[in-house]
């Protein structure tokens, strides 16, 4: 499965950034997609997840403000991030998880929330 993303860039506080990510190859195993996002010196950390037939998953600093939604026609899954913060601001990664439960990710693409 290969992954591309896009959508990042600069945002002033308070604004609103999608992200797309378009899956390819053999998607007809994806289960699951997500985003994760990743500052200097930390780890990975969820932001926002949906798998078949469940409720989306967000991460606490993402409840209320971020949306993920899928389309599973398209093989895409978006992030609609509003009210940004600029605690915000890193590299957000597109992952998907197969029905072997392998996770891929995409290359990243970079937010940043500044005035």
């Known amino acids: 499965v290969q992954l591309q993303a896009s959508g990042g860039g600069l945002v002033q506080p308070g604004g609103s950034l999608s992200l797309s990510c378009a899956a390819s190859?053999?998607?007809?195993?994806?289960?699951?997609m997500g985003w994760y996002r990743q500052t200097p010196g930390k780890q990975r950390e969820l932001v926002a997840t949906?798998?078949?037939?469940?409720?989306?998953n967000y991460a606490d600093s993402a409840k209320g403000r971020f949306t993920i939604s899928r389309d599973n026609a398209k093989n895409t899954v978006s992030l609609q991030m509003n009210s940004l913060k600029p605690e915000d601001t890193a590299v957000y990664y597109c992952?998907?998880?197969?029905?072997?439960?392998?996770?891929?990710w995409g290359q990243g693409t970079l937010v940043t929330v500044s005035s």
């Open positions: 992952w998907v998880r197969d029905g072997w439960y392998k996770g891929y």
């Open positions: 190859g053999r998607t007809i195993s994806i289960n699951a």
């Open positions: 949906i798998a078949s037939g469940e409720s989306p």
